[in-house]
């Protein structure tokens, strides 16, 4: 009788716990912010402010989404096509063991 307490007391705390994180992603999801268009508004000349009592937000979320731009393009800064080139050139000059500057090309011609 008592194993039947303890097993009946488990099952209903498991789905109490169950229910409870499936009600978690919904209100995270509710309180989710379109940063393109948080982005597009602050470009338009809008002040944050301005931009969060338009898009019914916090000051907080606009700072969220104009630092999350900030660190997509400074690694989109680091990963452009000419930035790899640059930094591949200096790596095989480090390996070759001269600098780029003291390149046979880059001397002039006595």
Same mark, same amino acid.
Do not use: N
């Given at each position: $009788?008592? !194993?039947?307490?303890?097993?009946?007391?488990?099952? $209903?705390?498991? %789905?109490a716990a169950l229910s409870l994180s499936s009600v978690v992603p919904a209100v995270y999801a509710a309180e989710s912010v379109d940063c393109n268009a948080v982005m597009q508004e602050l470009g338009q %000349? !809008? #002040? $944050?402010?301005?931009?969060? /009592?338009? $898009? @019914?937000? /916090?000051?907080? *979320?606009? *700072?969220?989404? @104009? @630092? *999350?731009?900030?660190? &997509? &393009?400074k690694a989109e800064q680091k990963t452009s096509p000419g930035n790899t080139e640059r930094m591949n050139r /200096? &790596?095989? &000059? *480090?390996?070759? %063991? #001269?600098?780029?500057?003291? /390149?046979?090309?880059a001397s002039p011609a006595p």
């Open positions: $009788m008592r !194993k039947l307490a303890i097993t009946t007391a488990s099952v $209903m705390l498991l %789905g %000349g !809008k #002040s $944050m402010r301005e931009v969060a /009592s338009d $898009m @019914k937000i /916090s000051v907080g *979320r606009v *700072r969220g989404c @104009k @630092k *999350r731009a900030a660190r &997509a &393009a /200096s &790596a095989a &000059a *480090r390996a070759a %063991g #001269s600098s780029p500057a003291a /390149s046979p090309e």
